[in-house]
């Protein structure tokens, strides 16, 4: 684990950035987009659970925590309407989030489109990014939904077989898209049904949950987390299932992985413990570091230094 703790600056070693910048130059970067990254246009997890538990009178005291919240709302109604009321909530507020943006998608989406990169995989169901690179980029982005239940294969076209290309990159949506209600992941349920195909249809088969272009990039590029925390279901369920059951991240010593979280209120010391604890959790040859701040800041940096090698590149190729 590279440590990026010795005090309170949030920011990655600067070994870790130049690694980082040289994959995105090369297109061999795949962020993992969650949550954070769409603040504070869309709500986080806790936000929104914390709404709906006001508004169902949930019981119980962990009324931040959303796959538990979903859950006890389908349980008294059905999940049909419990995904109609999420969808509800999200619609809403990026209704009030297009007052600001006038138009244009969030900047940390447009910032993620100027990298120009493959393929990015989500976590989020909104479709900030497909705008942001279609601003961006010449030609429109391929957008897959993950099919992690039998009614979603039967309703989807199969994954396309092309590998991802940066002049038209693919989006993956692994936890699900607004526009297919029923593939968002919310409840509890919904995560063991997740979890129980991924197991039944593993990334090596014909039909599998997960499609092979996404398993070469897990397994051949550098990876970066970006928007999410270490309380988040979604980041929980990644690191558990992507990573460690799959054994994917076998890299060697020139590969990173990358983490932005948004625990920015940890003190210095917590923070070294929770890197031990990925460091633990993850056993992975890989350098991992960690970016203790918000996304855009983080953002703000990686394209400042993207660019700047870009221009590097092109005085040399000059």
Request: proline share 5%; net charge negative.
């Amino acid at each position: 684990m590279t440590s990026t703790v010795d005090d309170d600056r949030p920011s990655l070693r600067e070994e870790t950035w130049q690694l980082l910048v040289a994959s995105i130059l090369h297109g061999t970067c795949t962020p993992f987009l969650g949550a954070g990254v769409s603040v504070p246009h869309l709500p986080r997890g806790s936000e929104l659970a914390a709404t709906l538990a006001k508004e169902h009178e949930y019981p119980f005291a962990d009324d931040t925590n959303l796959a538990r919240v979903s859950q006890y709302i389908a349980s008294t109604r059905d999940s049909a309407f419990l995904k109609t009321l999420v969808l509800r909530h999200l619609e809403d507020r990026r209704k009030v989030a297009a007052q600001f943006l006038r138009g244009n998608p969030p900047e940390n989406h447009l910032m993620l489109a100027r990298l120009e990169l493959p393929l990015y995989i989500t976590t989020n169901y909104d479709d900030y990014l497909e705008e942001a690179i279609r601003r961006v980029r010449s030609a429109p982005p391929f957008v897959e939904i993950c099919r992690w239940s039998d009614r979603l294969v039967q309703e989807l076209d199969k994954y396309r077989k092309a590998e991802p290309v940066q002049e038209r990159p693919t989006i993956f949506h692994l936890h699900g898209h607004v526009s297919k209600p029923r593939s968002m992941l919310i409840t509890e349920d919904d995560y063991i049904d997740f979890t129980v195909s991924l197991s039944q249809r593993p990334m090596g088969k014909a039909d599998p949950i997960i499609p092979h272009f996404i398993r070469r990039a897990l397994g051949d590029t550098n990876l970066l987390f970006l928007g999410y925390s270490l309380e988040d279901w979604n980041f929980r369920v990644l690191m558990r299932h992507l990573i460690k059951q799959q054994k994917i991240l076998a890299y060697d010593r020139n590969s990173c992985l990358s983490i932005q979280l948004s625990d920015n209120n940890m003190s210095p010391h917590k923070r070294r413990l929770a890197e031990k604890f990925l460091e633990e959790y993850l056993r992975t040859s890989a350098a991992i570091d960690v970016y203790w701040g918000d996304a855009e800041g983080f953002l703000e940096e990686l394209l400042r230094r993207v660019e700047s090698g870009r221009r590097v590149n092109g005085d040399d190729a000059a």
